[in-house]
């Protein structure tokens, strides 16, 4: 049975998975610049996604390629934003799109999964924890954002952003599983899984006219510190503060069961599982959660160099960059080592595209990551 819930937690595509000055895998925004009297449009376009087990290219397909899982917990992670809006005084707003979706997995269920895709046995006896947390949700929403000089010296003076969202009917699908799984050599296996899986997709005939609705609102901050003449310190909270609600959502919660001893004519076990379980509409609130980043730019001559460390889904990533101003425009590199991405771009007057992975042929790589963004005064 390839489709019992266990596997659809793994198996689940992410399709619910910047600017020179932050270059971080966080969700990022313009350098902060003073407060300007003309109108300014701007755009941009953020995609990330990082998958600590297997290339990105694989994720809902292949497993026996590229195959290298963290001896602890396993993230697979898609950050995906898109944004368009104007300027003037200080003052953004701006339509937006975001997508955003996160599996934290044990080395035991990720190894689970590979070995029933690829139709391999353990060599010996083994016991599985099977313990995962997915979420995900994607929305359109309306930003506000205004920054402003914490003193009276607009050349040296520290500047703050503080923006706010509001998010209109998300979508979501969050789902959390445990238990455990056996294996035995003489190709006995039993399973013993708890999910609770929410959807807003879901439809069930109980729910007649009655579908799911829900709201976000989102606060965040950013700051540009200039402790001397050659050095700045940026710092940025996203999500700072967020809430983000559903009503008579379709919620499952399932127990499976099963000890088996068969595989099918294509060679995957035959799980057949005892399923109990209930579904219900319920109220739901939760945090988007927070990312953030801090880094220092230090100026040597020409060149622009930073260090910092970003956090985002609970792991924390170093990273140091290094850009050199030419008259045919900016060129930047990067590196971060919880991936170990490497990043290069270019910007050009209103243009800017930052390019990541950490691999050269992306068909193998397991992080990848695009920026683009465009200004235009007037």
């Given at each position: 049975?390839?489709?019992?819930?266990?596997?659809?937690?793994?198996?689940?595509?992410?399709?619910?998975?910047?600017?020179?000055?932050?270059?971080?895998?966080?969700?990022?925004?313009f350098p902060l610049h003073p407060a300007g009297k003309e109108w300014q449009v701007y755009t941009k376009l953020n995609l990330l996604a990082?998958?600590?087990?297997?290339?990105?290219?694989?994720?809902?397909?292949?497993?026996?390629?590229?195959y290298a899982p963290k001896a602890g917990r396993n993230l697979f992670l898609q950050r995906n934003r898109a944004e368009f809006g104007v300027e003037k005084d200080g003052w953004q707003i701006g339509l937006e799109y975001r997508q955003q979706g996160s599996l934290d997995a044990s080395h035991d269920m990720v190894e689970f999964y590979h070995m029933y895709q690829q139709r391999e046995r353990p060599v010996r006896a083994r016991d599985f924890a099977i313990d995962g947390?997915?979420?995900?949700?994607?929305?359109?929403?309306?930003?506000?954002?205004?920054?402003?000089?914490?003193?009276?010296?607009k050349d040296t003076a520290p500047l703050l952003m503080i923006s706010g969202s509001v998010y209109a009917n998300p979508r979501m699908r969050d789902m959390a599983i445990s238990g455990t799984a056996n294996y035995q050599s003489n190709d006995v296996y039993s399973l013993a899984v708890t999910s609770l899986e929410s959807?807003?997709?879901?439809?069930?005939?109980?729910?007649?006219?009655?579908?799911p609705s829900g709201s976000g609102a989102s606060i965040s901050l950013a700051l540009q510190w200039p402790l001397r003449e050659n050095l700045t310190l940026h710092l940025a909270a996203?999500?700072?503060?967020?809430?983000?609600?559903?009503?008579?959502?379709?919620?499952?919660?399932?127990?499976?069961?099963?000890?088996?001893?068969?595989?099918?004519?294509?060679?995957?076990?035959?799980?057949?599982?005892?399923?109990?379980?209930?579904?219900s509409q319920m109220r739901k609130q939760r945090s988007i959660g927070a990312s953030a980043a801090a880094s220092l730019e230090y100026r040597l001559a020409q060149w622009q160099l930073k260090s910092g460390v970003d956090y985002l889904e609970?792991?924390?990533v170093p990273m140091v960059s290094a850009s050199y101003p030419t008259r045919w425009g900016s060129f930047t590199g990067s590196y971060e080592s919880r991936f170990h991405s490497v990043g290069i771009g270019y910007d050009y007057g209103i243009f800017g595209l930052h390019l990541r992975s950490n691999r050269w042929s992306l068909s193998q790589a397991s992080a990848l990551g695009l920026d683009a963004s465009l200004r235009y005064r007037f």
């Open positions: 049975m390839r489709s019992f819930i266990l596997l659809s937690l793994i198996g689940y595509h992410f399709c619910c998975a910047g600017a020179q000055a932050q270059q971080t895998l966080s969700d990022q925004s990082a998958y600590d087990a297997i290339p990105v290219r694989n994720f809902d397909s292949d497993w026996s390629s590229g947390q997915f979420q995900s949700w994607s929305a359109a929403g309306l930003r506000l954002a205004h920054s402003f000089a914490l003193s009276a010296d959807n807003t997709r879901y439809r069930y005939p109980f729910m007649q006219n009655v579908s996203n999500d700072l503060w967020s809430r983000m609600r559903w009503s008579n959502l379709p919620t499952v919660r399932q127990q499976l069961n099963s000890e088996v001893t068969s595989y099918d004519q294509d060679g995957y076990v035959n799980y057949r599982p005892l399923l109990s379980g209930q579904n609970g792991s924390y």
